[in-house]
Structure formats: structure tokens, C-alpha cells
């Protein structure tokens, strides 16, 4: 299974980054998504489920900063982070809901004060 997300960096608080991450089609199609992150010293977290109809549920919008979309044409999900903080800084990723025992690669983002 491929789950490989991408678009983290290092950005100025304020900043706004968009993550990507693509899955094995064949997987894709049929589940739910969802982006999940690890915050230094915490357990990773659930973020959004992103039905397969796009609607999202479960979502943890930080406020109206986290946006979660879905292309089912290109098996990606995207996460549109904005007004970034500190706070933030995590390792994000995809998986399916519920999670499938290996996780792909995560995308390190970084938010500076």
C-alpha cells in the first residue's frame, strides 16, 4: 500500500503550506481517508476522515485553519494548512479510516515563531 504524503517544510508562523498524499488506487477507491498527525512527544491523531463522496467528517479544523479535500481522479487527499503556528509542528500523514498497520511516508512540517 502507498501512502506518501508530501508539502511539509519549514515556514514562518502565519504561513500557510498544502499537503498532498497519494494512495494505491485500488485501495483509494474504496476507503474512507484521513490525515492524521504526530506532534513531538504526543501519540498520533486523527485529524479529518474524508469520505469517499469528499465530505469530511470527524474533522478537526484548528479554528477554520485546516481545509481536507479528496481527488478521487488522482487517489490524493490534501490538507491546506493556513495561519500556521508554532504549535503546528508535526509530522503529518495519510492512512485509510481506520488506519491500515503500515504507515506510509510522513511530511515533516515545521512552523518558527
Known amino acids: 500500500v502507498q501512502l506518501q504524503a508530501s508539502g511539509g517544510g519549514l515556514v514562518q508562523a502565519g504561513g500557510s503550506l498544502t499537503l498532498s498524499c497519494e494512495a494505491t488506487?485500488?485501495?483509494?477507491?474504496?476507503?474512507?481517508m484521513g490525515w492524521y498527525r504526530q506532534v513531538p512527544g504526543n501519540e498520533r491523531e486523527l485529524l479529518a476522515e474524508?469520505?469517499?463522496?469528499?465530505?469530511?467528517t470527524n474533522a478537526n479544523t484548528m479554528q477554520g485553519r485546516f481545509t481536507y479535500s479528496r481527488d478521487n481522479a488522482k487517489s490524493t487527499v490534501y490538507l491546506h494548512l493556513s495561519n500556521l503556528k508554532p504549535e503546528d509542528t508535526a509530522v503529518y500523514y495519510c492512512?485509510?479510516?481506520?488506519?491500515?498497520?503500515?504507515w506510509g511516508r510522513g511530511t515533516q512540517v515545521t512552523v518558527s515563531s
Open positions: 488506487p485500488r485501495i483509494f477507491a474504496v476507503s474512507a
Open positions: 474524508i469520505r469517499i463522496s469528499g465530505k469530511t
Open positions: 492512512n485509510t479510516v481506520p488506519p491500515f498497520q503500515t
